[in-house]
């Protein structure tokens, strides 16, 4: 039998690299299937699931034609009909069901966030202790130019705005333009901030970004009388509410059939009832899929490679002429455009914007993400950040109801969330550095035996330490 | 030839400024403070005695747990990010103590003689922890690249944290208030305290044995020779892991009288009150020069003086809702422009 794009002559050469493939994925799938059948039982989305799953690991698919795109596609394919087979699959032993649309939205969030701070942490090997800063940047973009907030101190201004009274009080301007304005915004408060503190190395630029990302929330809680003016910026403790949803308007929305605004969307789209949520979980993947690209071309690109060169060898790459500010600036840009992007499509789909979520745990929650998958690989990227906001929304309290069900016993491991995070940090960093799945070239650096001494990584400084 | 204009290097914003300037900017803010402090001095004297002395107090404190990072810092060239919650283990420990030795209504003889064996108790408990956190989370990767040990620093940071929350649970723990708090003098109206002066007769003799400790003894000696040179030390035969550990043994010693001292003299504690307060007395040791010991004293005095004064005076203060964002600011305006701080030699970083 010919496979179809694959030359005659490989064909010994694809049996070769898929037997030992099949025979270690056929043991994991079966013991697997095993197990999720030993303790939920059986059911049909379970031998499908774990079939494709199998298929895609399995199989080569890099030696056929147009084969690459194969893996991507496919869990594009699975991501974007998520919503449709959410409810048929099966429980997994110990974390329950599979999340919920709602905590898939955050979870699609929290990897576009994890992805910018990747550029910097990845890629530039520069520490950023701050990222939430970039976050709140972003969700108080949204919440000053889509809400009521600014009403009485400013006027009433409305650009493009959908589901909100054409009378509405406050600024109104239609979200998509908010994200971009968020994310541009965010962008140039990275570069101010980086300016004066890329200078630094290492750790202090990392203590220093800190300071940046404590700062922040204070003047959110502190900015509803700024300097005594009275000015009220960011309504302070309270946070602001409502934010308005995104959506197309009246017009596209009849010509199209898109939702009009998402929060009071609802109809019925290939047989399943499509409430706000799921749309705003599509609209996430879309953003998500937009960053992951910018994210790869950076990275392929010119810019990209110079990061890549400044994170190994800072003083080889200045004396080959890559320009040490500049490029390290734009990496600081790059990733607070995303974040602010991130965080007003966070703010939108929550509504509101709170000073008490910026805080500094936040920033290592993310730095968390991209360390557990993988500095500077986008799909270990995603795959640590998935897992570990699904962890924090549903998961730790899923595995907290089963442990205290099956054993009788009373943990509130929610509250042992701190603890987690930080036992991860410090296990990552003591046995597998690269993360889950490291990037080729930082597998490479690792696995070099004679360069272990050298700081070639992150920081470089003069003479070989200790 | 035609003269060809010199390219200049990219300008940084260092280098952009003429050379006065920053040293300009920093005699007009300095200026200010002085004007604003006098303003508020002749409004208000006896508010200004009073603050004067918490700050003093909070100094002490702050600079007993700045020399731990400093301490650490010389050595190491890390940012022990776990050391803030070692110290607020330990006020937990002193709370625990307090409570079950029944001290509340003592005094005399029998209260000192508690006091000291917690102070003892407390120190050794910090002392192990802080070797021990070394042991699992830092030995390993010394050499490995430096933000390595810096994000396990962090996860230490969170787990004993999480200690902590599970330990005492999210709200405050109050301490008996035990330390007499009778007058000592007065001046200007305002009363000096007794809690107040113990715990500077606390600090103080804990700040001249270490100073003798680190000057003159061996043990000093080879602290000092490591932190310069690891190899060249390890080549004359210093113990390079012993030394390392020993320092965070008197690194987390300290941290445990200060956490005696604050438990008692701020009579309560909360999770997270470490990690707010590392911060705090990182940027103290950063003010006064990392790895310098009389400069993380002198930035915790600072730091404390910035932190209540700005918290108490009426006249042009932001007040107490700022305070977090001025030492930050401070943080960072020190670390751009003078990172070797007020009195640091021991450059690590230049600019």
Known sequence: ?466 | MATQARRLPLPTLAGRLPQYIAPALAMLLVGMVIIWLGVNFIKTPSEFYRLFLIGLTNGAIYGLVALGYSLVYGILELINFAHGDVFMLGGMLVATMVSSFGLAGDSGLVLWSMILLMLVIVMAFCAVLNTTIELVAYRRLRHAPRLAPLITAIGMSFILQNVGLVWKGARPTSVDSILPRGEVFTIGGVTYTWDKLIVLLFTVPVLLMLMWLVQKTRQGKAMRATAQDRDASAMMGINVNRTISFTFLIAGALAGAAGLLYALYITNIRYDEGFRLGLIAFTAAVVGGIGNLPGAVLGGLLIAMIESFNNGLSWATPGSDWTQSIIFALLIIILVFRPEGLLGEQVPEGG
Request: hydrophobic share 50%; aromatic share 14%.
């Open chain 1, 1 to 466: 039998m010919n496979i179809p794009g694959l030359p005659r002559e490989r064909r010994a050469e694809f049996d070769r690299e898929l037997r030992p493939r099949l025979i270690k994925g056929g043991i994991v799938s079966v013991a697997w299937i095993v197990l999720v059948i030993i303790f939920s039982g059986f059911t049909t989305s379970l031998i499908i699931s774990t079939a494709i799953l199998l298929a895609l690991y399995a199989v080569p698919w890099e030696m056929i034609r147009y084969g690459k795109w194969v893996v991507p596609s496919v869990a594009i394919l699975l991501a974007i009909t998520y919503p449709y087979y959410r409810d048929d699959l099966y429980e997994v032993p110990l974390f329950g069901p599979f999340p919920s649309v709602d905590t898939a939205v955050t979870m699609t969030i929290f990897i576009m966030m994890a992805i910018g701070l990747n550029i910097v942490v990845g890629y530039a090997g520069l520490l950023d202790l701050g990222y939430v800063a970039f976050y709140a940047m972003g969700a108080y973009t949204a919440a000053w130019f889509a809400s009521p907030h600014f009403g009485e101190s400013v006027g009433n201004v409305h650009v493009g705005s959908v589901g909100v009274n054409p009378e509405a009080a406050g600024f109104h301007v239609s979200i998509w333009v908010v994200l971009i304005v968020a994310g541009i915004f965010t962008g140039i408060i990275g570069i101010l901030i980086g300016l004066p503190t890329l200078r630094l190395r290492g750790d202090y630029l990392a203590i220093v970004t800190l300071g940046f990302g404590e700062i922040m929330p204070q003047i959110a809680r502190n900015g509803d009388n700024l300097f005594g003016t009275g000015f009220n910026l960011t309504n302070g403790a309270q946070g602001i509410n409502p934010i308005d949803p995104p959506g197309f308007g009246a017009a596209i929305a009849g010509w199209t059939g898109l939702p009009e605004d998402y929060l009071s969307f609802n109809s019925t789209f290939l047989g399943k009832e499509i409430g706000g949520v799921e749309v705003f979980y599509w609209t996430a993947l879309g953003l998500l899929l937009f960053t992951v690209f910018c994210s790869v071309r950076l990275r392929d690109s010119r810019l990209g490679r110079a990061w890549i060169a400044i994170r190994e060898d800072e003083t080889a790459a200045a004396a080959m002429g890559v320009p040490l500010m500049r490029t390290k600036t734009w990496a600081y840009a790059a990733g607070a455009f995303f974040g602010g992007i991130a965080g007003a499509y966070y703010a939108s789909f929550k509504g509101g914007t709170f000073p008490d979520d910026f805080f500094f745990n936040i920033s290592v929650f993310i730095l968390c993400m991209v360390i557990l998958g993988g500095m500077g690989n986008v799909w270990g990227v995603i795959l640590g950040g998935g897992f570990l906001a699904y962890l924090n929304q549903e998961g730790l309290g899923n595995i907290g109801a089963e442990i205290n069900e099956n054993l009788g016993t009373n943990i509130d491991v929610p509250l042992y969330q701190f603890g987690i995070f930080g036992v991860i940090l410090v296990v990552m960093m003591l046995f597998r550095p690269e993360g889950l799945i490291p990037s080729a070239r930082r597998k490479a650096e690792f696995e070099l035996e004679d360069a272990v001494d050298e700081e070639y990584l992150y920081d470089v400084r003069g003479g070989p330490v200790n």
